[in-house]
T-cell receptor
Framework: AQSVTQLGSHVSVSEGALVLLRCNYSSSVPPYLFWYVQYPNQGLQLLLKYTTGATLVKGINGFEAEFKKSETSFHLTKPSAHMSDAAEYFCAVSGTGGYQKVTFGTGTKLQVIP | DVKVTQSSRYLVKRTGEKVFLECVQDMDHENMFWYRQDPGLGLRLIYFSYDVKMKEKGDIPEGYSVSREKKERFSLILESASTNQTSMYLC??????????????FGDGTRLSIL
């Protein structure tokens, strides 16, 4: 079984500051890891994914995440926050194969202060 | 552009009613999923389907059932709605890939209120 923990249900940053959203996972098999974003009154959109290969993954809107196996982490970062980044972010983990079941974290709401 | 369409954005029903939530995808995906989203709890999987007429229970199937008669359509059924089923319901789909897990594509959600 797999699980994911997102540290901090709410994070506030100033516009232009670094965004860091934390995610730690647990998986009995090599994991596939995802970050999704949810804007108000919308469904989730994929930001980026890690499957195999390069551990630094670049996504849309300037976000990136680094897979660190030794720390079982997949933290999401963006060098400079923009007002449009205000949303809820979900980390998700899945094992390989099977019916592609994905386990989501509880989410982190990002507030960007002008 | 890929699309997952949920039939209603907002729905209000009464306790004891039988409620149907519909989801249609136009991407020819094999896998379809129903989640409920509650503040502080994230997304919890109710049921998923990996093929027509096939279904698997997720983490919180009690009080729900599903139907998948056609590949593109996946219905969630609340047999006898209760107030604790008031929530946001999200449908998602993904392609079958036996070697890797593919990202899911989500609809915009149905906000269901049970009075």
């Amino acid at each position: 079984a797999q699980s994911v923990t997102q540290l901090g249900s709410h994070v506030s940053v100033s516009e232009g500051a670094l965004v860091l959203l934390r995610c730690n996972y647990s998986s009995s098999v090599p994991p596939y890891l995802f970050w999704y974003v949810q804007y108000p009154n919308q469904g989730l959109q994929l930001l980026l994914k890690y499957t195999t290969g390069a551990t630094l993954v670049k996504g849309i809107n300037g976000f990136e995440a680094e897979f660190k196996k030794s720390e079982t982490s997949f933290h999401l970062t963006k060098p400079s926050a923009h007002m449009s980044d205000a949303a809820e972010y979900f980390c998700a983990v899945s094992g390989t194969g099977g019916y592609q079941k994905v386990t989501f974290g509880t989410g982190t709401k990002l507030q960007v202060i002008p | 552009d890929v699309k997952v369409t949920q039939s209603s954005r907002y729905l209000v029903k009464r306790t004891g009613e039988k409620v149907f939530l519909e989801c249609v995808q136009d991407m020819d995906h094999e896998n379809m999923f129903w989640y409920r989203q509650d503040p502080g709890l994230g997304l919890r999987l109710i049921y998923f389907s990996y093929d027509v007429k096939m279904k698997e229970k997720g983490d919180i199937p009690e009080g729900y059932s599903v139907s998948r008669e056609k590949k593109e359509r996946f219905s969630l059924i609340l047999e006898s709605a209760s107030t604790n089923q008031t929530s946001m319901y999200l449908c998602a789909s993904s392609p079958l890939d036996r070697g890797r897990v593919q990202p899911q594509h989500f609809g915009d959600g149905t906000r269901l209120s049970i009075l």
